[in-house]
Every structure is written in structure tokens, then in C-alpha cells.
């Protein structure tokens, strides 16, 4: 179910990417039509381009922005987790809780001389 709205996001972003190329694109061959040069006419489109983008692609940019928040709560809530898990505040998700107790050595060197001497 996460994967879904990663795979949107990325197809929100390609399509905004390329509506606003082609925008650029149309606005040069127009210019270029009335006999601008080309590279006149690349810069006007690119700065004509970018604000007519804004206005023509809207929804497109409103959902391409939406994923981009909805990602960087997620980063932001993962690295939570993680300098949580690094003070020691929350136990990690990679195995049940009590490994020590399904027979993993323990990892404190304290609790290893108890287990050791145990087996003397």
C-alpha cells in the first residue's frame, strides 16, 4: 500500500517535468515561426515558460508538491525513529524482543561473562 503513492508521485513529477519542457518547447518553435533567433528565443520561452507553467499545469504541480510534503514527513518521521533508536529511547523493528531469551548471546559485555561463566 506504501509503494502506491511512491509510484504516483514519481509519475506526477515525470509528467509535470515534461508538460513544462514541452511548454518551453512550443513557446521556441512559435518564437523561432516569427524569425527569432534561436537561442533568443529559447531564453524568452524558458523565462515566459516558467510562470505561464505555473498557471497552465496548477493540479499537476499542486499533486507533484503534495507528494513532496507527503515525503518529507515520512524522512522526517523516519529519521525520528532512527536518533530514537540510536539514544536508546525505542528498541529496533528488525526482531522480536526477546532475542536473548531464544538463545542470541547478549550483546552487553556484562551479561556475556554471566552467560559464559554459566557454561564452566
Not at 514541452?22 to 513557446?27: E, G, K, N, P
Not at 515525503?71 to 524482543?97: H, Y
Amino acid at each position: 500500500m506504501d509503494q502506491a503513492p511512491k509510484d504516483r508521485f514519481a509519475v506526477d513529477l515525470t509528467l509535470y517535468l515534461l508538460a513544462r519542457f514541452a511548454l518551453v518547447a512550443v513557446i521556441t518553435v512559435l518564437l523561432v515561426a516569427f524569425r527569432v533567433p534561436v537561442l533568443v528565443a529559447l531564453i524568452i520561452a524558458m523565462v515566459v515558460g516558467f510562470p505561464l507553467g505555473l498557471l497552465l499545469f496548477r493540479s499537476l504541480a499542486a499533486r507533484v508538491t503534495a507528494g513532496l510534503a507527503a515525503r518529507g514527513e515520512r524522512r522526517r518521521a523516519e529519521r525520528e525513529k532512527l536518533r530514537a533508536q540510536l539514544r536508546g529511547d525505542v528498541e529496533p523493528d528488525d526482531g522480536p524482543a526477546g532475542d536473548a531469551a531464544d538463545g542470541a548471546r547478549p550483546t552487553d559485555p556484562a551479561d556475556r561473562r554471566g552467560q559464559d561463566e554459566g557454561r564452566s
